[in-house]
């Protein structure tokens, strides 16, 4: 059985990975506007893997006895400065968001709850890539440039990102 503590605590991560799915999908919106599909194609992928974390989260409340509580859905951000600006946001967003995973894993700790310490390290995996893969795209904007002819190749690239499949309890 979940503590109050804890279940509180993921229920708010529950609210913060779907905040991340619609700050995604308003970037897919602002990059659909500049008709770049692939940089839209690409936040729209990562739109539904945040989806699919608020939903391994809800799972995994319900599976441990609790009571998933949904919150309202803060209005993310309508415009960015430049499609870079927009990729530097998400990547302060997903600084912000391994800084939540770890202070959650703190508490499954405090309050020896290991098979939740154990489900968190598995989101703690996923922040590494996720930054790993948003700075990434920076320094081959930095590299190619990120107007004309380097957007043009970046957006061409991001085309390829595939859907993400769904995630079960024991993982990717
Ligand atoms: Fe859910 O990983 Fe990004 O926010």
Redesign the pocket.
Known sequence: MLSNKLQDALNQQIN??YY?SYLYQAMVAYLEDLNLDGCAHWMKM?AE??HL?ALKLFDYVVERGGRVELFAIAQPAKEWDSPRAAFEAALD??KV?TENISKLADLAITERDHATNNLLQW?VS??VE?EATVDDILKKLDMMGDTGTGLFLMDRELKNRPTPTPIDQAGA
């Open positions: 913060d990975e991340s990562q893997e945040e974390h967003h997903e968001m989101y996923e922040q996720e």
